[in-house]
Each structure stands twice: as structure tokens, then as C-alpha cells.
């Protein structure tokens, strides 16, 4: 009988084996090429990991093979925000609680009395109460997150706003990107399914509605204003979007905002969420920065949804999403990709469907949701650990500030350059006036102006930043995008060789 099946199975295959012989394929190549590729993610672009960061890249590369065909020692990656690329230190107490809970054998009762000499109290009973509710860091977990640590986001959002948050209305996320992802991609009904971005915006924004198809309804900051949002540049965007027949479904707003970092005022916040309100809009609140506020006296933080809730029972109807991350702020915990989003006033069907939706991916991971609960609950006063975190948090957050403050005074003292201040973020957007022969120069050599520049500084310098043409700029404008992440002791030297580079960049070029 074995012999059968054996003699059997032989034939099926030998007759396979015929069969797919007489299919295969007499055209060369590859079957997937960007011909035949999707065309939505064709049209795609980021310029925060575009042309000028894969050089950066190359150029890293070539000063670790032989670094004495360069004029710098370094690649200086401004392009982005990611802080601990540029040697920020972590905050102890959450890397503490991480690998705790990363290696729960170092909880056992027989370990207890090593641990104790390395950990604090604070961080290891955390940490038993995260595995306590989480089970192992290894294993997916509930598909909105954790319900213990939404839990937390709840109560900090509470004692944030004043208002009441429900934990069943937040989603736990891979980095606030994947939740503006998924909200722009439930927006999305057709082509004509439009959402107002800001310009200048963060590139994240245009490439998510390039891959679904939406269509980007662009609305100007004043850069004269210090980037301010005026309602009638709104009512503008917004008239001639439905003029050419586009359904506009939401706005987006970056506050503090990312390039320009700006911070809405209560004031204005109010005027935004009145016109959605009358317009029938729904609010997307990016709040990613929302402890990196530089001018607390003058620009404090106010959350979308804490101005929201103030304006009482007209506004209760008022859809809004915010999203927050721990890769921003005194954190910069970039690589843990931890994030969230709130839903607040969204029907409680499309709540089952942006269920249904993050069930596809099954759970965000677990140690960035770990991150997102120490983010939201952090060592407080009279904790083992709370005078190190608040020392460590205070700073970083003061070096920022004065980082800003000397890179923005850098760049003003430039010729042809001017800069705003940030209240907020991690980034300058300074304008700079180029010559005519520099602008022609790019043209030639099939580039952007602020690309052309860009490229150039980084050749010379080893800076990486991101030409303004990457995030929408005033047509006839030229920008550039900076972070102020480089280590304040290198800060001097930093400023020094950009200033050198543009002298020389200016007289080559002068007119």
C-alpha cells in the first residue's frame, strides 16, 4: 500500500511538474517593477527620509571607510526629530521599568535582594504591576492596547484637561503616525474626500493622503505672524475646495506646530473649533509636542480637546481627534514607536469600525505601550525615583530651550536669512532670500532652490536638514527645516560651521 501511494504521489507530481512547465514565463525581467507597482505608493514622497538623508547616509558610510575625503568628521542628522540619534539621554526611571518587565526572572522572589541594589522600589513594583496586567511582553495583547495602561492615559489626560476621558475611547498606537493613518484612511470616502492640511505641514500628512487618494486641501500659515492661523485663511482654503466640487471632511492641525514651531493660543483654538463646528468638520489634533513648550508664560499649551469641553453643550457634538506620542517631549523614545489617539464625539459605529481596523494588525507592541503608560504616569513627589526623573526631564528641557534660542539667533545673523523663534517643538523653519545665479544654478542641476542649498550644506558641513519644499512653503519662498537636537556642548562648533558654509555659499553665488 505504501508502495501505491508512493507510485501515486510520484505521478501527481511528475504530471505537476509537466503542467507548470508549459506556464513558465519566456519574458525576461521582473514581474514587480515601479511600472507595474501600485502608482498611490509610487506618488508617495517624505521628504524628512528623502534625498538629501540617503546622501547623509552615503556620506556616513564613506567617513567610516576613509574619512579623509571629507571635510567634516561627522553627518549631523537634523533632519528629524529623533533625539537619542543625537545622544539625548534616556530618562532612567523608564528604561529602568522596561527591561524589568523585558526580564521578568529578575522579579523573583530568590533575585529580590540583587535587584534591590540596582532598581528602586518605585521602578520594580511598577513593574510587577505592568506584568500583572500584561502577562508577557512576548504575547499580543488586546487590539486597542492594554486595557490597564488606556486606563492610565485616561486619568493623565484627566488631570490635563479637567474633563472627564473614557478609557474605550483611546487606541493605543505604533507612534502617533499609525493613528493619523488610520483616521485619515476612515475619512477617505472617495478621490473628493478632501482634509485641510496645514502649509507648511509635516510630510506625513501628504504622503497618507497620496496612498489613500484623498485630496489635500492646503490652508497658509502667516510666517509674518510668527506662523499664526487666521480663520479667514481657512474659510478661504475651504470655499475654494468645494468650489471644485471636493468634500471636505476634517481639518488638521499641528500644535505646536512641525516645521514651524508655533503654539496656538486659547483664543485662536476657540475660532479653529467654532469653524469646524459651523463648516461640519472634523477636528485632527496633533499634539505630538505638547511638553516642548519654550515660552510657557506667553504660549502656554492648551489641548484641542480642554477648549473643546469649555465651550459648553453647543459644542457637544463636535467630532475631534487628538494624537500624542512618546517620541517628542523630554522622552524621545523614538524606536519604542509608542502613541495614541482620543476619540472624542465620534459616532459610536465608526468607534466598532476603528476597532475592526486596528484588529488587522492585531495589537500595537507592547514594550511602546509600556512607554505611553510611563509617559502618562510618571514618578510623582515622594516617589524613590521622582527627584532623578524631574532633574533629568528639567534638563533636557531647558538645554532645548536654549538650544532654540542660540540656533534661531545663528540663522538671523545670516545674510539674507530670517528666522522665527519657537514657542514649541523641536525645529526652525528659516527663510532664505538666494541669489538669482544660486537659483539658476538649481534649475540646472534639476533641483529645488532650498533642495540646491540644502545639498550643498551638507556636503560641506556633514548638517542634514530638510528643504522647505518638502512641507509647502509660500510659492516664491525658500526654507529650510532644522531640529536644535545636536548636543548643546557641540553647539558652538555647530553654529560655526554653518555660518562659515553660507558666507561662502552667498559669494559663490552672489549676483
Request: proline share 6%; net charge neutral.
Amino acid at each position: 500500500m505504501l508502495r501505491t501511494l508512493l507510485r501515486t504521489s510520484q505521478t501527481k507530481s511528475l504530471h505537476l511538474n509537466q503542467s507548470t512547465s508549459r506556464y513558465v514565463s519566456t519574458k525576461p525581467g521582473k514581474v514587480l517593477t515601479t511600472e507595474t507597482m501600485h502608482p498611490l505608493i509610487k506618488s508617495v514622497e517624505y521628504a524628512v527620509r528623502g534625498a538629501l538623508p540617503i546622501r547623509a547616509e552615503a556620506l556616513s558610510e564613506q567617513l567610516r571607510k576613509d574619512p579623509s575625503k571629507l571635510n567634516f568628521d561627522k553627518v549631523v542628522f537634523c533632519n528629524i526629530g529623533n533625539p537619542q540619534q543625537l545622544n539625548q539621554k534616556p530618562i532612567t526611571f523608564f528604561r529602568q521599568v522596561a527591561s524589568l518587565c523585558e526580564n521578568p526572572e529578575l522579579l523573583k522572589a530568590e533575585n529580590r535582594s540583587l535587584v534591590s541594589k540596582l532598581y528602586p522600589a518605585d521602578a520594580i513594583a511598577r513593574a510587577e504591576v505592568l506584568l500583572k496586567n500584561i502577562g508577557s511582553v512576548g504575547a499580543y495583547s488586546h487590539s486597542k492596547g492594554i486595557s490597564h495602561i488606556r486606563k492610565n492615559v485616561a486619568k493623565f489626560i484627566e488631570r490635563r484637561d479637567g474633563y472627564p476621558s473614557e478609557p474605550e475611547n483611546i487606541f493605543l498606537t505604533q507612534g502617533a503616525s499609525e493613528g493619523v493613518q488610520r483616521v485619515i484612511q476612515l475619512l477617505t470616502q472617495s478621490k473628493q474626500s478632501g482634509i485641510m492640511i496645514p502649509i507648511p505641514q509635516y510630510p506625513l500628512y501628504s504622503a497618507t493622503l497620496s496612498l489613500v487618494d484623498a485630496s489635500p486641501v492646503p490652508y497658509y500659515l502667516n510666517e509674518k505672524e510668527d506662523w499664526g492661523l487666521d480663520r479667514k485663511d481657512l474659510e478661504k482654503s475651504l470655499n475654494e475646495a468645494r468650489k471644485n466640487g471636493v468634500d471636505v471632511r476634517a481639518l488638521v492641525i499641528i500644535n505646536p506646530g512641525n516645521p514651524t514651531g508655533q503654539c496656538l493660543s486659547e483664543d485662536n483654538i476657540r475660532e479653529i473649533i467654532r469653524f469646524c463646528h459651523e463648516e461640519r468638520i472634523v477636528l485632527l489634533a496633533d499634539e505630538v509636542y505638547q511638553t516642548n513648550i519654550y515660552q510657557p508664560e506667553r504660549r502656554p499649551f492648551h489641548s484641542f480637546k480642554k477648549v473643546l469641553r469649555s465651550m459648553g453643550p453647543e459644542y457637544e457634538e463636535q467630532e475631534l481627534f487628538s494624537f500624542h506620542s512618546t517620541s517628542k517631549g523630554m522622552i524621545g523614545e523614538c524606536g519604542r514607536r509608542g502613541g495614541y489617539f482620543e476619540c472624542v464625539n465620534i459616532d459610536p459605529e465608526i468607534m466598532d469600525q476603528l476597532y475592526k481596523f486596528a484588529s488587522i494588525s492585531l495589537c500595537p507592541n507592547v514594550q511602546g505601550q509600556i512607554m505611553v503608560d510611563l509617559m502618562t504616569n510618571p514618578p510623582v513627589k515622594g516617589d524613590p525615583s521622582y527627584e532623578q526623573y524631574k532633574s533629568e526631564v528639567e534638563t533636557v528641557f531647558h538645554s532645548l530651550g536654549r538650544r532654540a534660542e542660540k540656533l534661531a539667533k545663528c540663522f538671523n545673523n545670516l545674510e539674507g536669512v530670517t528666522c522665527n523663534s519657537a514657542e514649541g517643538a523641536m525645529y526652525l523653519f528659516p527663510r532664505i532670500r538666494l541669489p538669482n545665479k544660486a537659483i539658476k544654478a538649481a534649475e540646472s542641476a534639476g533641483m529645488t532652490p532650498d533642495s540646491f542649498y540644502s545639498m550643498a550644506m551638507l556636503d560641506t558641513t556633514g548638517v542634514c536638514v530638510v528643504p522647505g519644499s518638502g512641507f509647502g512653503q509660500e510659492p516664491g519662498t525658500f526654507h529650510f527645516r532644522s531640529t536644535f537636537l545636536p548636543e548643546e556642548s557641540l553647539f558652538d562648533e555647530f553654529c560655526t560651521s554653518l555660518q562659515k558654509f553660507h558666507k561662502d555659499f552667498m559669494n559663490k553665488y552672489s549676483d
